[in-house]
């Protein structure tokens, strides 16, 4: 069963602007992570944030976690063309992994 | 260093067949996981394997099994195909330690298994 679940789950923005993605789970966790994928392809490791951490930067990327909602955001600033992908929240609780159902983010040139 | 490779690429099979997929790991790496990708059930855990132990197990039925060899390589079996059984299977390499959380996983571009 899936653990987390994005909001929304598909995003349609103009190039230049930011997308904010969110994720709500259900129980206790290690830590999340943010994946992207591009076509059915494998993923990418995007951005991890510990259970004991409320917000992180990694370049254009910020996730911010608020452990009492259960709810973890990731924001694209500035986006490009080239950030049109799925893009999935994932939490960790012992050593395993669940993943939600995934956004669709289009970003139109 | 080398990303994870997953052989093969693509496989096309038939209801009641067998198969058997390859996954290498990141040198280094002894955490090896699999998920099933499909568009109904989204990623699923399939298992864990860590120092050719399996660690974690997902919900999934006896048909699928897998194991790791001293090298930390992987491969995944499912047995008694079915139409279901379609989907992309990624498999993921990790550096954890033996008592660590997962921290970040290293996917493989997927083996695409169609069931016909």
């Known amino acids: 069963s899936q653990q987390g679940e994005e909001d929304p789950q598909a995003l349609s923005i103009q190039e230049g602007e930011n997308a904010t993605m969110n994720c709500s789970y259900k129980?206790?966790?290690?830590?999340l992570q943010w994946y992207r994928q591009n076509s059915g392809r494998g993923l990418v490791h995007l951005i991890l944030?510990?259970?004991?951490?409320r917000e992180k930067h990694s370049g254009r990327l910020r996730v911010t976690l608020d452990t009492s909602k259960k709810s973890s955001s990731l924001l694209i600033t500035a986006s490009r063309a080239a950030d049109t992908a799925s893009y999935f929240c994932?939490?960790?609780?012992?050593?395993?992994?669940?993943f939600g159902k995934g956004i669709t983010l289009s970003v139109r040139p | 260093k080398a990303g994870v490779t997953q052989t093969p690429r693509y496989l096309i099979k038939t209801r009641g067949q067998q198969v058997t997929l390859s996954c290498s790991p990141i040198s280094g790496h002894r955490s090896v996981s699999w998920y099933q990708q499909t568009p109904g059930q989204g990623l699923q855990f399939l298992f864990e394997?860590?120092?050719?132990?399996?660690?974690n197990k997902g919900n999934f039925p006896g048909r699928f099994s897998g194991r790791q060899f001293s090298n930390s390589r992987s491969e995944m079996n499912v047995s008694t195909l079915e139409l279901g059984d379609s989907a992309l299977y990624l498999c993921a390499s990790s550096d954890k330690g033996l008592y660590s959380s997962t921290d970040t996983q290293y996917f493989g571009p997927g083996t695409r298994l169609t069931v016909l």
């Open positions: 994932a939490t960790e609780l012992y050593s395993k992994l669940t």
């Open positions: 944030i510990r259970s004991n951490e």
């Open positions: 129980t206790s966790i290690n830590n």
């Open positions: 394997y860590f120092s050719e132990t399996q660690r």
